[in-house]
């Protein structure tokens, strides 16, 4: 059985950049149903999607929400890109691993593969 991080980067900006975490998240989604161990980390830019995709409106909010409980975020960069009070309030958990920011190199040591989108 594989364990997979899926490491979204991709920011906010573009219809490519929703494609990104759809396709991060679908991935996610399909480990999870084939009861592999995942985790989906939002880091950089990406952790701008955790509002936007908490929004009950939004195209993609029920496929987030169904993952909430695989999710975290980079506790550096959700204050960075300003979005650190809104992942506070989310399912999500604020990593702060190594220098602020999520340890990678345990996700590898623990035998994850590290998908990024």
Same mark, same amino acid.
């Given at each position: ?16 950049? #929703?494609?990104?975490?759809?396709? +991060? #998240? ?8 084939? +009861? ?23 195209? /993609? ?8 409980? #695989?999710?975290?975020? !980079?506790? /550096? !960069?959700?204050?960075? /890109?300003?979005?650190?009070?809104? &992942? ?9 691993? /190594? ?7 345990? #996700? &590898? ?9």
């Amino acid at each position: 059985m594989p364990n997979a991080a899926i490491v979204v980067l991709a920011g906010t900006e573009s219809a490519s950049d #929703l494609g990104r975490v759809v396709n +991060g #998240l679908q991935t996610a989604q399909e480990f999870d149903d084939a +009861g592999d161990g995942v985790e989906i980390i939002f880091d950089g830019a990406g952790t701008q999607w955790i509002p936007e995709l908490a929004d009950e409106d939004h195209d /993609y909010h029920s496929l987030y929400a169904e993952l909430t409980d #695989l999710m975290s975020a !980079c506790n /550096y !960069c959700a204050n960075a /890109y300003g979005v650190a009070e809104e &992942v506070e309030d989310s399912p999500a958990e604020l990593l702060d691993e /190594y220098e602020g920011h999520p340890s990678i190199r345990s #996700l &590898v040591d623990d035998g994850y593969e590290i998908i990024t989108y």
